[in-house]
């Protein structure tokens, strides 16, 4: 199980991005930019993989990702669904 103070503060996000494991399960979260209309808007994107290969390497097919709001709720919702996807590997 994977708590809140193992995820970094919101700021760490903006310049970079974090991935860890939870036994079988590896996962990556970071910040990107989709377009909405004429707009952009930053999300806090989550992405799940069985280990034991890395995100540059593992195939996007086998992986599963998840959008949440860049914001402190965002993370909190993004570590719900890790701790979720966890119990499935």
Do not use: H
Request: charged residues 35%; aromatic residues 14%.
């Amino acid at each position: 199980m994977i708590k809140r103070m193992q995820l970094f503060p919101l700021n760490f996000y903006k310049k970079s991005n974090f991935t860890g494991s939870d036994g079988k399960m590896n996962f990556r979260l970071g910040k990107e930019e989709i377009e909405k209309g004429e707009e952009k808007e930053l999300i806090l994107k989550g992405y799940v993989w069985e280990g034991p290969f890395c995100f540059d390497v593992t195939p996007k097919e086998k992986m599963e990702g998840k959008e949440f709001p860049f914001s402190e709720e965002g993370i909190c919702q993004a570590l719900e669904w890790l701790n979720q996807k966890s119990t499935e590997f």
